[in-house]
T-cell receptor, first 116, second 112 residues
Framework: ELKVEQNPLFLSMQEGKNYTIYCNYSTTSDRLYWYRQDPGKSLESLFVLLSNGAVKQEGRLMASLDTKARLSTLHITAAVHDLSATYFCAPKTRPDVNQGAQKLVFGQGTRLTINP | NAGVTQTPKFQVLKTGQSMTLQCAQDMNHEYMSWYRQDPGMGLRLIHYSVGAGITDQGEVPNGYNVSRSTTEDFPLRLLSAAPSQTSVYFC???????????FGPGTRLTVT
């Protein structure tokens, strides 16, 4: 069974600083997704990481995937207040006749607060 | 193109009442799913469907029923609401590949 752990769960940082959110998962997965959620809102897709070594960047956010280490990271560069949100990672389960359709399994989320 | 829509946005139920949360999509996606989101627990999969007429259980299916008679609609039924079902419910859809999911706006349910 695929289990996902994000850390930290809460992160308070100053504007202009850099930081990294980590997503560890327990079994092999070949694809991983990052989502953003603002308070009271739905989830917004940020990145789809399709293979080992994949790196995607959008503005001040950069995501990477190491399938051998079962680790994905979301790096924030020179944080700004607008990036305050909760971030979720979600690896996809591998095809398995006993597990039904392939599914996304979500981490607990990292609540990021960026202070001026 | 409305994407994924959910109704109602908010609902308050008394223990033991039943209701149906509606989810509709106009993207012709085969895969639809229901998640619940509780504080500190991320999203947990309740039920999913890989196409009309096909449904399966997710991680937390107890107390919920689903059916999929059309590609567009995937309603979630609470047969006898319990306070433990107080949560925010999200419907999501995706194509078979590349598996990226699109989420509806959510339904906030309170059971008293």
């Amino acid at each position: 069974e695929l289990k996902v752990e994000q850390n930290p769960l809460f992160l308070s940082m100053q504007e202009g600083k850099n930081y990294t959110i980590y997503c560890n998962y327990s079994t092999t997965s070949d694809r991983l997704y990052w989502y953003r959620q603002d308070p009271g809102k739905s989830l917004e897709s940020l990145f789809v990481l399709l293979s080992n070594g994949a790196v995607k960047q959008e503005g001040r956010l950069m995501a990477s995937l190491d399938t051998k280490a079962r680790l994905s990271t979301l790096h924030i560069t020179a944080a700004v207040h607008d990036l305050s949100a909760t971030y979720f990672c979600a690896p996809k389960t591998r095809p398995d006749v006993n597990q039904g359709a392939q599914k996304l399994v979500f981490g607990q989320g990292t609540r990021l607060t960026i202070n001026p | 193109n409305a994407g994924v829509t959910q109704t109602p946005k908010f609902q308050v139920l008394k223990t033991g009442q039943s209701m149906t949360l509606q989810c509709a999509q106009d993207m012709n996606h085969e895969y639809m799913s229901w998640y619940r989101q509780d504080p500190g627990m991320g999203l947990r999969l309740i039920h999913y469907s890989v196409g009309a007429g096909i449904t399966d259980q997710g991680e937390v299916p107890n107390g919920y029923n689903v059916s999929r008679s059309t590609t567009e609609d995937f309603p979630l039924r609470l047969l006898s609401a319990a306070p433990s079902q107080t949560s925010v419910y999200f419907c999501a859809t995706r194509l078979t590949a590349p598996y990226e999911q699109y989420f509806g706006p959510g339904t906030r349910l309170t059971v008293t």
